[in-house]
C-alpha cells in the first residue's frame, strides 16, 4: 500500500512552526505553509503537505486545513490544540499549541532544512509583516489573483517554477503524479496545469 505521510508532514509542519515561530496565528502559518510548499515543488517538482491552495483576497489559503481547523480530525486534535486569543484589535487569533512533539521522521533532509530556513526567516514576524511576501507581482498568488482575476481559484503549483526551468520541474513532477496514480488505481485529473 502506498504510505505518501503528507498527513502526518502537515500535522508536524504545524506543530514546528508553532514551536519555532512567534506570534503564529492561522494567517501566518497558511503563508508559512504556502512558502514550503510552492518553494519545495519549485526545486522539486513536489510539494510537502499535500495542501491546494486558493487565492483569497489576503493571500494564499489552503482551503481543506481551514476548513478543518473549526472541527479538526481526530488525529490533528490529538497533536494540536486551537485556542483563541485577544490581539486587541477586536478579533481574537486562532493560535497553534502543540500536545504533541514534532516528528520529522517522514520529512526528507530538504524539507526540513526548507522548514528551519524559513522558521528562522520568520521567526519574529506578524502575519501582517509577510503579507507583501505573498503579493508580490507576479508570483503565484498575484498571477492568479489580480492578473487572471482568479478570486478564490486554486493557484497551480508550476506557477511557482521559472520559466527556463518550467519543462524539467513539470515533467518531473508529472513523472511523480503518475507514479502516485499506478499505486493508487487511481485516475485524477492532473492537479497541474
Known sequence: MLMTHEREKLINTIIYFAQNTQ???????????YF??????????RNVTGQDYYAWKM???PQS????INCPEPDMAKAIDFTEIPTGYGRPMLT???????????????ERKL??????????????????????????????F????????????????RAQERDEVMAV??????????????ARVSVFR
Open 173 to 186: 513532477a508529472n513523472e511523480h503524479q503518475q507514479l502516485m496514480e499506478s499505486l493508487r488505481g487511481d
Open 23 to 33: 506570534k503564529c496565528g492561522k494567517i501566518k502559518l497558511f503563508k508559512l505553509l
Open 65 to 68: 486545513l481551514f476548513d478543518e
Open 115 to 144: 522548514m528551519e530556513r524559513l522558521a528562522k526567516e520568520f521567526e519574529h514576524h506578524k502575519a501582517e509583516d509577510m503579507i507583501e511576501a505573498t503579493h508580490l507581482e507576479n508570483q503565484p498568488w498575484d498571477k492568479v
Open 36 to 45: 514550503l510548499d510552492f518553494e519545495h515543488f519549485k526545486d522539486t517538482g
Open 96 to 110: 497553534f499549541k502543540p500536545k504533541a512533539q514534532f516528528d520529522g521522521s517522514h520529512f526528507s533532509k530538504r
Open 59 to 61: 493571500g494564499p489559503v
Open 146 to 161: 489580480n492578473q487572471w482575476g482568479g478570486q478564490q481559484e486554486k493557484i497551480p503549483y508550476d506557477l511557482a517554477v
